[in-house]
């Protein structure tokens, strides 16, 4: 199901590899809507810190150094983390693309049992990440909704 607004802009759609039950997973490529949402989210301009005349004596307490020091670590845990998504990024997608291609190889000669070894290997491989993720995605839920409490906003039965 897909909005019909979205249709106009659909480039390309694949059918991917069977992973997880007997269904494949479908993508579909498009353009992006010409008035993308802009982040709400502040960012500091780091060309300001550099000027001595706002650096000079702008501490006057330790405390704001210690909110200082908390906000640049969460930087540094940030840019870890998001070295940590893109290079599980970029494994998923080689076994992606290995896994096509077994599949492929499968296909024109069923017989082979290294071929078909090296397919199950591959999909177990991508299973396991693919499961890593949704431990990961189960813990932010239950975390959220942890968070939220007896609040308005929470969902009621």
């Given at each position: 199901?897909?909005?019909?607004?979205?249709?106009?802009?659909?480039?390309?759609?694949?059918?991917?590899?069977?992973?997880?039950?007997?269904?494949?997973?479908?993508?579909?490529?498009?353009?992006?809507?010409?008035?993308?949402?802009?982040?709400?989210?502040?960012?500091?301009?780091?060309?300001?810190?550099?000027?001595?005349?706002?650096?000079?004596?702008?501490?006057?307490?330790?405390?704001?150094?210690?909110?200082?020091?908390?906000?640049?670590?969460?930087?540094?845990?940030?840019?870890?983390?998001?070295?940590?998504?893109?290079?599980?990024?970029?494994?998923?997608s080689?076994?992606?693309?290995?896994?096509?291609?077994?599949?492929?190889?499968?296909?024109?000669?069923?017989?082979?049992?290294?071929?078909?070894?090296s397919?199950?290997?591959?999909?177990?491989?991508?299973?396991?990440?693919?499961?890593?993720?949704?431990?990961?995605?189960?813990?932010?839920?239950?975390?959220t909704?942890?968070?939220?409490?007896?609040?308005?906003?929470?969902?009621?039965?």
């Amino acid at each position: 199901m897909m909005s019909s607004n979205l249709i106009q802009n659909v480039i390309e759609i694949k059918m991917h590899s069977i992973l997880l039950s007997d269904h494949a997973a479908v993508s579909v490529t498009f353009f992006p809507p010409t008035n993308p949402c802009k982040s709400k989210q502040w960012r500091l301009n780091t060309s300001l810190l550099k000027n001595k005349n706002i650096n000079l004596n702008s501490v006057p307490s330790v405390a704001t150094v210690w909110e200082a020091f908390k906000a640049t670590c969460r930087g540094w845990l940030i840019s870890f983390s998001s070295a940590e998504n893109k290079k599980r990024r970029e494994v998923k997608s080689q076994l992606n693309f290995k896994l096509k291609t077994l599949e492929e190889q499968h296909m024109l000669d069923p017989s082979n049992l290294d071929l078909r070894k090296s397919l199950l290997t591959a999909r177990t491989n991508l299973q396991k990440l693919v499961h890593e993720e949704t431990a990961f995605a189960l813990f932010r839920l239950r975390r959220t909704y942890f968070e939220s409490g007896d609040k308005a906003g929470k969902i009621s039965s």
